[in-house]
């Protein structure tokens, strides 16, 4: 039989308190002010176990909240005891927890803790109950025993987990769990919205996902109670054919953590190889699978799925040490977990060098004022440099570009707007590695970690022996401390440069080969893509001598082969090419041998926009490599999308924060949107006279970040970084991402957005005489039907034998969803005919009939 819970609620002065125990009758917390900041809660257990409060204020969980409490009947009186020093913590900070004891019963209370190294406790006695502190200073396992009147109380001795000095955390969700499929294809998901209600009647946004075989479905779905529940999704807020969809759930389809399986390598691993253990979900219901690895360093964390549910993880920690695992289904630890991992193994050597500089807030800067950007760009030539302006009002102004020595570039602009200026500098007319950046003409605003920019080939490649730059813009993120890390094989020697308007110039050289990390934070936090991972490669050798011909730049069309040749010029070794698309895929080149050390490249570009080669020899970069490449006609360009809205500053829980990205005058091109923060969120995208409006529903207050690509390119001023409040539910414990990728139309500005028939060619049927059989100069019939198929336009065609269309179709509506396609054919011989419904051939088509 299930376990009761009983949930009552008590509410002083905005704070509420809520008790669950097993039991049946309900328990009323106190709950007191203290007059000094703090709030106590008391309550009078009647029944052994474990108990848990949750606490919450103005409808928000606070922190740490639900508090778990062991409760022990002793005698005629009960002892408790709570805290977090009970589970775990970090060696060298101070954790604590409390005993509440019978009243003046204190004296009969011993506690003792035992571990890896000898720690002190302090005992702050205060009327029935007390306070312990310790101090770790040893990662490791750690025995707290409490005795009462001579013997252990529930639970004792309690085993708290300490983990290393300096504590990293690397984390791994898997999501697709918490899938579910619909029985509904949508080609089309980006402009719908849906809404989830529960069998007790709440009605929450859900967030809709496109399945990998077609169908849609939706994510994050982790239900807690069995019943039926109902998916409705909405386009332009009309329901879609079907909605809304009923969905079943049983005890078999509720999130049960406690049926999920961990096994292998979770006691004991070894540093800088591969440790595996599986995460076997197979019965536990519907849930997301979240892994977080803490511990003195740094892990590299991934996963397979050998079978459905089941996931093997592999995890490598960079250096040996006590580390914790903890693995989490639906939001709840698994049995065991947090699992105390005891890493052995060689260290990896790794050395980290850094460099701190204190920035300051720059001077607001007002219209007509001559302003001058310096940087460094190694690998450029200053014939195909090119930087441009535009304001705030769209007005783009040609930038001077002076070149100075050694790869230096002056650049200089006269804003003429106050607002956010957005500069864009230009190497063969595409952005350099950085570009565009944000210029704020006039007061600051207020500015943050995520408003820093960096950009370079030291951040994409690197050779060792040589000096590796990239260039650091921090003007539009204020005042504060920034910190550059470089952390790897061997020591780095790193050189900044301070530049006026915000730039910094890095350079650092390493003596060894490998991969390395660039670690940037302002004010102590990570600025986005942080750490950076850099492959250096060594000192070029013979990659040197490879030479890269034919590659156009221009004019490449997409599913149209693009070849090149590669010539070695005596070098030795193994060559490898790949291609990175504007949506962030890498497709392999592929090679044929021409003659001896001459090779033909090609590869077939899928995606409008600028592509990315990466020739390598033996895993060093060719010179000029990567080899910026222009497919289509029109450049996707970022720096003419603007993004603006009340929700890229603030949001609130539960309820839709709308932002709009400006796509016109940037071409056609992939519009990316990630968000990513304390909870996943529904993300919808509808279409509108000048580009996209998007709209998002936070589950969890807390701070989100807001990244913005076209083209694979942030705009300029993304990230944004809004502040959600309100009631919603716990955040994660993870950090959760929701992402939604466009293929954006070409817009001008002022147009008008045309309606989009978006229908199901699968669903339209093909039937008649007409179809098999023909004759000449005599008229055939052909009856086309639709009903399921959606709305889209019908396209019929027929080319005759001798190559040219014939002349003699019409179409006749016969139903409201069908029609009558009359065609007389003038020619014998074998023709096809081709039926489209929208842009996509019904079954059959093209269809062969002969005469």
């Known amino acids: ?187 089309e998901i980006f402009d719908l919205a849906g809404s989830l209600k529960k069998p007790s009647g709440t009605i929450e946004p859900c967030i809709l996902k496109k399945m990998p075989d077609g169908h849609l479905g939706i994510a994050a779905f982790a239900p807690r109670e069995k019943g039926d529940y109902q998916v409705h999704i909405y386009r332009d807020e009309k329901p879609i054919k079907g909605s809304p969809f009923s969905i079943k759930v049983g005890e078999h389809e509720i999130a049960h953590a406690a ?99 204190d920035m300051e807030q720059a001077e607001p800067v007002n219209p007509g004022t001559r302003c001058e950007f310096h940087l460094k760009i190694p690998g450029t030539n200053p014939f195909d440099m090119e930087a441009s302006v535009t304001d705030p009002d769209g007005a783009t102004e040609v930038c001077e570009v002076i070149d100075e020595e050694d790869f230096h570039y002056r650049i200089v602009f006269i804003p003429k707007l106050k607002g956010i200026n957005t500069l864009s500098i230009k190497h063969k007319g595409l952005h350099i590695s950085g570009s565009p950046f944000q210029y704020t003409v006039g007061q600051m605003s207020s500015g943050g970690f995520h408003k820093v920019q960096v950009g370079g080939p030291g951040v994409e490649k690197g050779e060792a022996g040589a000096d590796n730059h990239f260039n650091i813009y921090t003007r539009e993120a204020g005042s504060g401390t920034l910190s550059i890390a470089i952390e790897g094989p061997s020591k780095a020697h790193i050189n900044v440069e301070s530049r006026p308007q915000g730039f910094l110039g890095v350079s650092y050289k390493v003596p060894k080969p490998g991969m390395y990390g660039v670690h940037i934070k302002f004010n102590d936090e990570h600025i986005p893509n942080s750490p950076i991972k850099v492959n250096i490669s060594p000192d070029g050798g013979t990659a040197k001598l490879v030479t890269v011909h034919a590659l156009k730049d221009r004019g490449l069309a997409v599913d149209k082969p693009a070849t090149f040749t590669i010539s070695f010029n005596g070098a030795v070794g193994n060559l490898h090419a790949t291609a990175r698309t504007p949506s962030g895929n890498h497709e392999d080149c592929l090679f044929q041998e021409m003659d001896v050390g001459l090779y033909a490249c090609r590869f077939i570009p899928k995606e409008n926009g600028v592509h990315y080669i990466d020739v390598r020899l033996n895993e060093a970069h060719v010179p000029d490599s990567p080899f910026a490449v222009m497919v289509g006609s029109t450049a996707a360009d970022p720096a003419m999308v603007h993004a603006l809205g009340e929700g890229l500053e603030s949001g609130k829980c539960n309820s839709k924060n709308r932002f709009m990205v400006r796509t016109a005058g940037s071409g056609s091109g992939f519009l990316a949107v990630f968000v990513d923060g304390p909870s996943k969120v529904a993300l919808s995208c509808k279409e509108v006279d000048d580009g996209y409006e998007f709209s998002y529903t936070p589950f969890s207050p807390g701070k989100y970040l807001i990244t913005i690509k076209y083209g694979n390119i942030n705009i300029a001023g993304s990230p944004y970084c809004p502040t959600v409040t309100g009631a919603g539910r716990k955040p994660s414990p993870l950090n959760e991402q929701t992402s939604m990728v466009v293929e954006t139309v070409e817009k001008k500005a002022g147009s008008k957005v045309h309606a989009r028939f978006r229908g199901d060619a699968s669903k339209v049927v093909v039937r008649g005489p007409g179809l098999k059989k023909c004759f000449t100069n005599r008229q055939a019939q052909i009856t086309i039907e639709f009903k399921d198929a959606g709305e889209a336009v019908l396209g019929v065609g027929m080319i005759g034998p001798n190559g040219m269309p014939e002349a003699e179709l019409s179409l006749k509506r016969n139903t409201n969803f069908s029609y009558n396609l009359l065609y007389t054919v003038k020619e014998p011989g074998d023709h096809l005919l081709y039926i489209k419904w929208g842009d996509e051939d019904v079954p059959g088509s093209p269809f062969p009939i002969s005469t």
């Not at 009969?108 to 502190?133: C, M, N, Y």
């Not at 049926?259 to 197979?282: L, Q």
């Not at 105390?340 to 260290?347: A, F, K, S, T």
């Open 259 to 357: 049926k999920v399986n961990v096994s292998g390598k979770i006691g004991e691993a070894i540093a800088n190889e591969t440790n595996y253990f599986t995460i076997d979900a197979n019965g536990a219901g519907y849930g997301a699978v979240g892994v977080v690895l803490e511990g003195p360093h740094r892990s590299e964390l991934d996963y397979t799925e050998p079978s459905p549910r089941q996931y093997q993880i592999m995890y490598s920690p960079h250096e040996p040490g006590i580390y914790i695992l903890n693995v989490r289904f639906a939001d709840e630890h698994v049995n065991g977990s947090p699992f105390l991992v005891n890493v052995g193994g060689e260290p990896s050597g790794r050395i980290r060098e850094t460099v701190t500089v």
């Open 1 to 187: 039989m299930p376990t009761i819970y009983e949930q009552v609620y008590s509410k002083v002065g905005g704070q509420t308190s809520g008790h669950r125990m097993p039991a049946v009758e309900g328990l009323h917390p106190d709950i007191k002010d203290n007059h000094d900041g703090s709030i106590s809660v008391e309550y009078l257990p009647t029944k052994g176990g474990r108990h848990e409060v949750q606490v919450c204020y103005e409808g928000v969980a606070i922190e740490g909240s639900p508090f778990q409490c062991l409760v022990d009947p002793v005698d005629d009186g009960y002892v408790s005891v709570f805290g977090s020093g009970l589970v775990g913590g970090m060696c060298g900070e101070t954790e604590s927890f409390n005993v509440v004891t019978k009243s003046g019963t204190l004296k009969d209370l011993v506690v003792t803790i035992d571990g890896p190294a000898k720690t002190d406790l302090k005992r702050e006695d205060k009327g029935d109950r007390t306070t312990i502190s310790y101090l770790p200073m040893t990662s490791g396992a750690y025995n707290i025993s409490i005795k009462y009147k001579g013997k252990h109380i529930k639970g004792s001795p309690f085993n708290a987990k300490i983990s290393g000095e300096g504590r990293k955390r690397t984390q791994l969700s898997i999501s697709n769990c918490s899938d579910y499929t619909l029985n509904v294809l949508e080609p």
